[in-house]
């Protein structure tokens, strides 16, 4: 079945130190995004890919950064993790981008705890 | 500042009654309006949608309402079935933003 896979699943890391969340897809994609969501919170989108075109939210904060080697994978890297980061990370891909059937596609996101 | 309200962080309904769940935005540039269910432990999964172009969609047990004027959309679900427990999540896109804005969701409980 064509899917969003997210690992790991669950990530504890320490305070400062630097962290890697994964997103693969089958579906080929174009657009790949980042959603951060805190406890009882709505998603908030952090940054998404169109193609290889990164495109940053205005107050996603700089210690938050992401790849994009190739269409099936994306990376969000947290260069020094503060207990304010701990939260759901969700990734989600859409075939378009602001079509009018812009449909995206979650994984099952990745629980980060910060030590 | 929320730009997506759901003003219900839970709803409790019986097996087999109607389901209402609400949700109020404030963005006049939104163009397009999604639902999405979640259950523990799983990424969102696309439920509805409707564009603004219109004001009501169906798809078998489930109906979205939109009234543009009020800023308004609300999901239906007729009749509603314990596989319906679940969060619900609202959102929308426009203003050629490519990502959605979403709302808090709101916590939908069957009870037999």
């Known amino acids: 079945d064509a899917m969003v896979i997210q690992n790991p699943r669950y990530q504890v890391t320490q305070f400062g130190k630097p962290v890697t969340l994964s997103c693969s897809q089958t579906?080929?994609?174009?657009?790949m995004y980042w959603y951060q969501q805190k406890s009882s919170q709505a998603p908030k989108l952090l940054f998404h890919y169109y193609d290889k075109d990164f495109n940053n939210e205005a107050d996603t904060p700089d210690n938050f950064q992401s790849r994009r080697p190739n269409t099936s994978f994306c990376f969000l890297d947290i260069r020094s993790p503060g207990l304010g980061d701990a939260a759901m990370y969700l990734c989600?891909?859409?075939?378009?981008?602001?079509?009018?059937?812009?449909?995206?596609?979650f994984g099952p996101g990745t629980r980060l705890t910060v030590l | 500042d929320q730009q997506v309200k759901q003003n219900s962080p839970s709803l409790s309904v019986q097996e087999g009654r109607i389901s209402i769940l609400n949700c109020d935005y404030t963005?006049?540039?939104?163009?397009?309006f999604l639902w999405y269910k979640k259950y523990p432990a799983e990424g969102p999964t696309f439920l509805i949608s409707?564009?603004?172009?219109?004001d009501k969609n169906e798809d078998g047990r489930f109906t979205v309402f939109l009234n543009k004027s009020a800023k308004h959309l609300s999901l239906h679900i007729v009749p509603s079935q314990p596989g319906d427990s679940a969060v619900y999540f609202c959102?929308?896109?426009?203003?050629?933003?490519?990502?959605?804005?979403f709302g808090k969701g709101t916590h939908l409980i069957i009870q037999p």
């Open positions: 963005n006049s540039m939104f163009d397009y």
């Open positions: 989600a891909t859409s075939r378009r981008r602001r079509s009018s059937y812009n449909e995206q596609f």
């Open positions: 409707i564009s603004s172009i219109k």
């Open positions: 579906l080929n994609h174009n657009v």
């Open positions: 959102a929308a896109r426009g203003g050629g933003a490519d990502g959605l804005t």
